[in-house]
């Protein structure tokens, strides 16, 4: 399975500089990085809910999701504006960049988009909240050092391992 505009995205000079730029602005946080780790963990966490659940997303489209759904930290933190909404304007700028189709680029920045605020899952994962989901058990809650400090309510925190 091709993941050319993975790799595309993963070597654009604008992407790979908004990274840097956030692994700056984060170098004194005491709580979650935004950083590869966890943009791949969510990758990783949401394509192997995809296979078991079947829900038919293809891999690349699962990592663009990923790789680009904390796009728009950088923005957050100089400004202020929400990091979801920063980032559906960066994420079609490095679609368009990377020379991904137009007509695919509206579902993940639909993604990128409401990445935050999906309502929690009452009845379970389910196509349309995996995302969401992958998201937030990409952290790993159970071990962190900083857990008392943290204002995630302890429904979103992961404090058992699932994928």
């Keep these: 399975m091709s993941m050319d505009y993975v790799n595309r995205l993963i070597q654009n000079e604008t992407y790979l500089q908004t990274m840097k730029e956030i692994h700056e602005m984060e170098k ?27 829900f038919g997303f293809e891999k690349e489209f699962l990592y663009l999701c990923a790789l680009l759904h904390d796009i728009g930290r950088a923005q957050e933190y100089m400004t202020g504006v929400s990091h979801a909404k920063a980032g559906v304007t960066l994420a079609r700028q490095l679609l368009t960049e990377i020379g991904y189709p ?29 995302f969401w989901f992958a ?27 699932e994928w």
Aim: aromatic share 8%.
């Design 28 to 54: 004194n946080r005491i709580f979650c990085h935004h950083g590869f780790n966890h943009l791949l963990d969510v990758a990783r966490i949401s394509y192997i809910m995809n296979l078991e659940y079947g």
């Design 102 to 130: 137009k007509e695919k680029q509206e579902v993940i920045l639909a993604k990128v988009a409401d990445h935050r605020h999906a309502p929690l899952p009452k009845e379970g994962v389910n196509r349309d909240n995996f």
């Design 135 to 161: 998201d937030k058990r990409a952290r790993n809650c159970f071990a962190c050092n900083v857990a008392e400090q943290c204002n995630w309510k302890l429904e979103k925190r992961t404090l058992q391992i």
